[in-house]
């Protein structure tokens, strides 16, 4: 599980993901939640000098043995769904980035 | 059973509900180059089963707006006309297209899966840095044929998606194997009579067969937009499996590692904002 807090910008790095959209003084989007930050992110929320920003942040670790049983459970079932198309070289990327996705959203 | 051609089905298409004014003004402004923004506005707001889907979404914590949109003029100020025109065309759609009575096939699934292939398709127009409002709309349409063969041809239909079910097999081999056209094809014919715009036909034609389409086509991208619905499994089916990927379609994309996960939170994200349009 994750929760979000507003974290100084200087304290994000790229892979931390937003936890709510980041919106000008308008309320215009500018960055939408859920999406990973980059470095170009980083800056162009600088050059708008916007100085706080929402972080999904790891919360209270789960018991490991059953974090990995929750990761094993997710691996079977992302094999299951690509289960005619798990040794296809085009299937390769996304079948590896979604195991990672989804089992990132079970800390 | 019956296994009718192609043209059978255009021919039958008439028989489908017809499509509410404003979807067809939101087709042909696609197209218009001179658009008369506000003209479109009020005739939105005119529709209010549609226009209220629309807020709902505008609304919605994805896109994190200080102060709630009342009306279609204020969302198109604050989110863009491309953005509200892809909504409202997304309700017009799922309120007036049938589709049920056909054995197990889910009518909320299909728009689900439709839905999470438009803000997947959108989410890697972001990162390949392309214009996302054509990739929203072919993604939410790529499998349209087969909601019109289902309409159409229901007894047919939950044969063959019983039969794919209980062999494991694609059903758009099935399909291919039964009328002698998949819902792609079907789709493609239907999106033409509607006067959608030939990218938007030829994509949705195309989707499971984009190798013999240029390098990062629109095709291309709902081939892959498709894949990753199916594997973040946002259209809630239990019995779900992902497509096949054409290597060379996927490679020509040139999304890297760090595109692909930021399109997958982006995907979930904004999907979850875009289902409240479901009911």
């Given amino acids: 599980m994750t929760e979000p807090l507003l974290s100084p910008l200087d304290q994000a790095r790229p892979g931390d993901i937003l936890a709510a959209a980041v919106t000008d003084e308008g309320g215009s989007v500018l960055l939408p939640a859920g999406l990973v930050l980059t470095e170009s992110h980083l800056d162009s929320l600088r050059r708008r000098e916007i100085t706080r920003l929402p972080l999904q942040v790891a919360a209270t670790p789960t018991d490991p043995a059953e974090l990995a049983r929750q990761r094993e459970a997710i691996h079977q079932r992302v094999m299951h769904l690509f289960r005619h198309t798990a040794g296809e070289p085009g299937s390769s990327a996304l079948l590896h980035a979604v195991i990672k996705f989804r089992q990132e959203q079970c800390r | ?279």
């Fill in chain 2, 1 to 279: 059973m019956t296994h009718p051609s192609l043209a059978e089905l255009a021919d039958k298409i008439r028989l489908l509900p017809a499509m509410p004014m404003i979807a067809l003004d939101v087709i042909r402004s696609l197209q218009d180059s001179d658009l008369d923004v506000d003209g479109l506005a009020r005739r939105i707001s005119q529709d209010q089963a549609i226009a209220a889907r629309v807020l709902r979404v505008a609304n919605s914590p994805f896109y994190g707006l200080q102060k709630q949109v009342g009306s279609i003029h204020d969302a198109i100020v604050v989110l863009g006309l491309s953005t509200v025109r892809s909504l409202v065309l997304a309700a017009s759609m799922i309120t007036c297209l049938p589709g049920g009575g056909a054995g197990s096939f889910s009518r909320d699934a299909f728009w689900r899966h439709g839905l999470g292939t438009a803000v997947a398709a959108e989410a890697l127009a972001r990162v390949l840095q392309r214009p996302p409002e054509l990739m929203f709309i072919a993604g939410l349409l790529h499998d349209i044929g087969r909601l019109a063969m289902v309409s159409l041809y229901p007894d047919t239909f939950a044969a063959l998606r019983e039969q794919a079910l209980r062999e494991d097999r694609p059903l758009g081999l099935l399909e291919a194997g039964c009328f002698g056209f998949d819902h792609a094809e079907a789709g493609a014919r239907l999106a033409a009579l509607w006067n959608f715009p030939p990218s938007i036909v030829d994509a949705i034609g195309r989707h499971h067969t984009p190798g013999d389409t240029s390098p990062g086509s629109l095709a291309g991208i709902i081939h892959y937009a498709d894949a990753i619905a199916r594997a973040l499994e946002l259209d809630g089916e239990v019995d779900g499996q992902v497509p096949h990927l054409d290597q060379a379609t996927i490679d020509g994309l040139g999304v890297s590692w760090e595109q692909l996960n930021s399109v997958l939170a982006e995907t979930q994200s904004r999907f979850e904002s875009c289902r409240l349009m479901l009911g």
